[in-house]
C-alpha cells in the first residue's frame, strides 16, 4: 500500500515540482562545496540560502489551497493544514529578512527582530498543528494507558529539560531586554513543546494508525520531528558562534520544508480519498 501510495504521488504535478527544487537546490548546494574553500564564495553561498526557501513557500501556499478543500477551518483536518500551511509561510517571512541583511546591508541582523515574527510564530503554529494533528489521528490519552506507560511522562520532561540544560542555564536576565527574554526561553520551549506532542502522538497511534489518515500522519510527524533538530541545532550553533550561511544547519531546514511541502501535498482529497476507498 504504501509503495503504491508514493508511486501515486509522484504522479501529480506538484509533487513532482517539490521534488524537482529540492534535487535542484542539494545539487547546487553540494556544487558550492567543492567550489570554494570556506574563506570563498560568501555572495554565491548567501544566495543559495536566499533560494532555499523557495520550497517553503511553494508548500506554505499549496497547502492552504488543500486545507479549504478539506473545508477549511470548518473541520479539523483544514484547520491542521491551515496551521502547518502558515507555520511554512511564516518560516519564508523570517528567512527572507535574514537574506535580506545577508544580502543587500553591510549589517548583522537584529536580534529581536522581524525576523523573530516569522520563526517564533512559525513555533505557535507548528505546535497548533500538532495538537490538531493529534486529534486527527485519533490520539488519545486514558488513565490507564498513563498507568503503564511512564515514557509519557518521561517525553515532555526530557524535551523541556534538555533546551534548558544547553541553552538557558545560567540565563543573565539583566543583560536582556523583556522582548529577548520571552523569546530565548520562547524558541526552546516552544520548539519542545510541538516535537513532545508529535512524539506522543506517534506513539498513541502507532497500533491503531489507520483511515484516511494513514501513512500520511507519520509523514508529517517526521517532517515535525525534523524541524526541532533544524532548530535545535540552530540554537546549539548560534550559542557557539559556529552558524554559518549555506552550512550544514540550512540543509537540515531544507530537508523539513521538503518533507512538510511533501506531507501536505499527500493530504489532497484526491489521494485521501482514494486510498481509503482501497482500504
Known amino acids: 500500500m504504501w509503495k503504491e501510495e508514493s508511486r501515486l504521488l509522484f504522479k501529480d504535478w506538484s509533487a513532482k515540482v517539490v521534488l524537482g527544487l529540492f534535487i535542484g537546490l542539494i ?46 477551518e470548518k ?43 516569522g520563526f517564533f510564530g512559525s513555533i505557535v503554529f507548528y505546535i497548533y498543528g500538532a495538537v490538531l494533528l493529534a486529534h486527527a489521528s485519533g490520539a488519545h490519552v486514558s488513565a490507564q494507558v498513563l ?27 539583566h543583560e536582556a531586554n523583556p522582548i529577548q527574554v520571552i523569546l530565548d526561553f520562547g524558541y526552546p ?38 524541524q526541532y533538530l533544524a532548530d535545535f541545532n540552530f540554537l546549539y550553533q548560534a550559542v557557539n558562534e559556529n552558524w554559518a550561511v ?6 537540515i531546514y531544507l530537508i523539513a520544508y521538503f518533507l512538510l511541502a511533501l506531507g501536505l501535498i499527500q493530504m489532497k482529497t484526491t489521494f485521501v480519498l482514494s486510498s481509503d476507498n482501497r482500504t
Open 189 to 226: 520551549i516552544g520548539q519542545s513543546i510541538y516535537v513532545s506532542v508529535t512524539v506522543l502522538t506517534y506513539l498513541l497511534t502507532r497500533k491503531s494508525l489507520g483511515g484516511v489518515m494513514k501513512h500520511r500522519v507519520l509523514f508529517i510527524l517526521l517532517a515535525l520531528v525534523v
Open 75 to 117: 473541520s479539523v483536518v483544514g484547520r491542521m493544514l491551515i496551521a502547518f500551511s502558515a507555520g511554512l509561510l511564516l518560516q519564508t517571512f523570517g528567512q527572507s529578512i535574514f537574506s535580506y541583511y545577508n544580502l543587500f546591508t553591510n549589517t548583522e541582523l537584529p536580534y529581536p527582530s522581524l525576523a523573530d515574527i
Open 27 to 72: 545539487g547546487w548546494w553540494i556544487g558550492l562545496q567543492y567550489t570554494f574553500t570556506a574563506d570563498e564564495g560568501e555572495h554565491a553561498k548567501m544566495i543559495w540560502g536566499a533560494c532555499y526557501q523557495i520550497i517553503s513557500l511553494f508548500g506554505g501556499v499549496l497547502g492552504l489551497k488543500i486545507a479549504f478543500d478539506w473545508g477549511g
Open 246 to 251: 549555506s552550512g550544514y544547519g540550512d540543509v
Open 147 to 173: 498507568k503503564h506507560q511512564t515514557v509519557f511522562f518521561l517525553i515532555p520532561i526530557v524535551m523541556l529539560a534538555l533546551p534548558y540544560l544547553l541553552f538557558l542555564n545560567g540565563y543573565d536576565f
